[in-house]
């Protein structure tokens, strides 16, 4: 009991505002550099993580350095551009693997590297891990899902559009849905595509969907863009109704909301989720405890609480 009470008192100590971050970080006189990884160069979820990450580098006075792979979802990319990190001898490593098990070797370089290694947004199922930033993928699938399920009053035609089926958030976001799903006897789960977390993919299966399937009552995507590419094929259908839902909370997102165009998603605090993985990356660096897991985000954002998150993430953005 007592040191699960000093475990969640270091949690609580770490997770504050990032604008309270204090000191800079330095090692005998050297400023650290942090290199921050994501998963692609063209999602806007991705450049919200490592404007946080860049915020957080300028408070803490370290230097930034930012990859993320040309290609969207591109896991050979990603393992070059953090082997590329190691040999220019950073002090530390933020990462949103791609695929969990696929960065383990990478890890593992690092590791022999003595470069501390923390993931951020998605896990990675090996090599030695400082701490995890993020939410829970699997609770806040499971909520957003049995919330989008009431919408419809309990019963109807569902199409699960998922990204990357090799990924943990992927894996873990369609167990979340599906169980939500399962636990309702007048769901029908009519589809389960992939779209790569891309807009333009989730658009063209949504508009194969379409043709295939005259009754669709609610759409779950697992990410915003995703949502926004079926909610495009359904209005160039003229298809009407039917209920959409994304994961993120990314800007776009939520002006989706804010218009109607789609009912829910998922807020990831992704702005912390890059802000707080750096943050975690000095601590480790100064020798300082930090918690197993850095959990951000997990709200249902609506039309009633749209507004609240959209005026955080400009107060992030100084816009």
């Not at 993320?68 to 896991?75: E, T």
């Not at 891309?198 to 063209?204: L, T």
């Amino acid at each position: 009991m007592i040191k699960k009470a000093i475990g969640l008192l270091i949690a609580a100590l770490f997770v504050i505002s990032l604008s309270g971050a204090v000191g800079p970080a330095f090692a005998q006189g050297k400023t650290y550099t942090i290199a921050v990884l994501v998963k692609d160069s063209i999602s806007p979820g991705w450049r919200m993580l490592l404007d946080g990450a860049k915020k957080e580098g300028a408070q803490q006075k370290v230097k930034v350095i930012e990859y993320a792979p040309l290609q969207v979802q591109n896991l050979e990319e990603q393992v070059r551009q953090m082997e590329d990190a190691i040999q220019k001898k950073v002090d530390a490593i933020v990462v949103a693997p791609i695929n969990p098990q696929g960065i383990i070797p990478a890890i593992e370089k690092a590791n022999a590297a003595k470069i501390p290694v923390i993931t951020s947004n998605s896990r990675a199922y090996g090599g030695k891990i400082e701490t995890f930033v993020g939410v829970e993928n699997y609770d806040g699938a499971k909520k957003l899902g049995e919330y989008m399920i009431k919408k419809v009053g309990g019963k109807g035609n569902v199409i699960l559009i998922e990204g990357n089926p090799a990924g943990q958030t992927n894996q873990d976001r369609v167990k979340g849905f599906k169980e939500a799903i399962a636990a309702n006897s007048n769901i029908k789960l009519l589809a389960q595509q992939p779209a790569m977390f891309r807009r333009d993919q989730a658009m063209n299966v949504m508009e194969n969907l379409l043709q295939s399937h005259p009754k669709v009552d609610l759409v779950m995507a697992l990410n915003d863009e995703m949502a926004l590419g079926a909610v495009k094929a359904m209005e160039a259908a003229g298809r009407k109704g039917v209920l959409v839902s994304g994961f993120d909370a990314a800007p776009e997102g939520l002006e989706a909301i804010t218009a109607k165009r789609l009912v829910a998603t998922l807020d990831q605090d992704l702005h912390a989720q890059g802000g707080l993985g750096v943050r975690a990356a000095v601590d480790v660096l100064n020798g300082n405890k930090i918690p197993d897991w850095i959990k951000t985000g997990g709200e249902v954002v609506d039309l009633s609480n749209v507004n609240t998150i959209v005026a955080r993430i400009k107060s992030f953005s100084g816009k």
